[in-house]
Each structure stands twice: as C-alpha cells, then as structure tokens.
C-alpha cells in the first residue's frame, strides 16, 4: 500500500538555526498537510496546501514558517528561525480530495522528531 | 478551547471484551467525523469515518456510532484483541471548508490485555 514518507525521522537543532522537514505524500494525491504534536499535547493542524498554495492555516503558522512543493513529488516545511517551543512530533499527511468530500481521510507519514536546544 | 475532547485518557479491557471509546465535541459545524489509532514512533493510521447524515457506521470488528443531538460519538470493537493496544484519536472536520483539516482530541490510550 502506498505511504507517506518523511525525512529525517529525527533532527536537533539549535534555537535559531532554520530546519527543513521532508515529505513525500501519496503519489496521486492532491491535498497536503503538515500537522504537529507536542510532546503529551494533542495533534494540532498546522497548514493545508493544495494546487501549488496554501488554502488554510491556523495561528500556529506564523511567519516563520512556510511550505512548498519544490517539484512533482516532494513536500517541505520550513522553519526559518527555530525556538525551544517548536520542538514537537511534526506529520505530514496528504488525502486524494478535499474540500466537500466526505471520503477523505488523511494517510500520515510516520513523522519527524524536531528537537531544539 | 477544546471543540473535540475524549475525556478519558486511558482505557483497559480484557482479550475478547468489548472496548468502548468515546468522544465529544461542541462545535456544530462539524458534519465529518474520523478515528484514528496511533501506535509507538508511527503516524496516525485511519481506522473509520462516519458522516453526519449518518448515525452508525460499522467496518469489521469496528462501529462508529453518532448522537448528534448529544454531540457525541464512540468508536467500539469488538471483540477487542490485544494488537488494538494504541492510541486512538477521535477527529472531527467541517465538511464544507477542507475535509482535511481536522480538529483532534486528546486521545485516549487501550491497553487490551491478553
């Protein structure tokens, strides 16, 4: 069965450096994810990405964040400027549709472990 | 403010019971509703799903059920076996904005003992 792939399954880095987390979605998928859990914290929705642009984010996503999907296959988060607080379990998740269908659920990524020190 | 809340963080039962999660959330928005069960190092895995215009939905030893007067579901399986210890996360998302973004509970964690 096809799944979502990230990389690295682990990074550290230091308060202030920039990180980019790595996805590969679903291949026919079209709807990107990235969604974050801080440590004993709920799951928390991050941004959705669809036809090369963002269609929503929450308040989490500031701008020291961003997305992109460089080429047909990749999908990347980027945080710009890290601190201590952002250290969390980050997924990506990707689904076929979105928008009125009531038959997507996200497929997940097994995730990355962002550490800052 | 919690719009999904699972208030019990933990659950055991035994081999072959029955094992009964529930969840509740209070923003009537909400017309799609999902479980998903998490183990150890790996990502949410989708386990069911059940739309509003429905009350039941059932897959295998799985069923979802929907009481949208009491804005409460549950996930059940039985009979519970001892590979369904995880952590299983009611979601829930406004059909009509991005299916895909989904608000989550707390989670609640079976232990299903042999």
């Known amino acids: 069965e096809p799944e979502v792939t990230q990389t690295p399954s682990h990074q550290v880095t230091q308060m202030g450096q920039e990180v980019i987390l790595r996805c590969v979605p679903i291949s026919n998928h079209l709807y990107f994810y990235w969604y974050r859990q801080i440590l004993g914290q709920k799951v928390e929705f991050l941004v959705s990405?669809?036809?090369?642009?963002?269609?929503?984010k929450s308040e989490i996503f500031d701008d020291q964040f961003s997305v992109e999907r460089p080429d047909g296959s990749n999908f990347t988060l980027k945080i710009r400027s890290t601190k201590l607080e952002d250290s969390a379990m980050y997924f990506c998740?990707?689904?076929?549709?979105?928008?009125?269908?009531?038959?997507?659920?996200?497929?997940f990524g097994n995730g990355t472990r962002l550490t800052v020190t | 403010d919690q719009q999904v809340k699972q208030n019990s963080p933990s659950l055991s039962v035994q081999e072959g019971r029955i094992s009964i999660l529930n969840c509740d959330y209070t923003n009537s928005m909400f017309d799609y509703f999902l479980w998903y069960k998490k183990y150890p190092a790996e990502g949410p895995t989708f386990l069911i799903s059940i739309s509003s215009i429905k009350d039941k939905n059932e897959d295998g030893r799985f069923t979802v059920f929907l009481n949208k007067s009491a804005k409460h579901l549950s996930l059940h399986i039985v009979p519970s076996q001892p590979g369904d210890s995880a952590v299983y996360f009611c979601?829930?998302?406004?059909?009509?904005?991005?299916?895909?973004?989904?608000?989550f509970g707390d989670g609640t964690t079976l232990t299903v003992k042999p």
């Open positions: 990405f669809y036809n090369n642009e963002i269609s929503e």
């Open positions: 998740a990707s689904t076929l549709q979105g928008g009125m269908s009531y038959n997507s659920p996200l497929h």
């Open positions: 979601a829930a998302s406004a059909g009509h904005t991005n299916a895909g973004k989904s608000t």
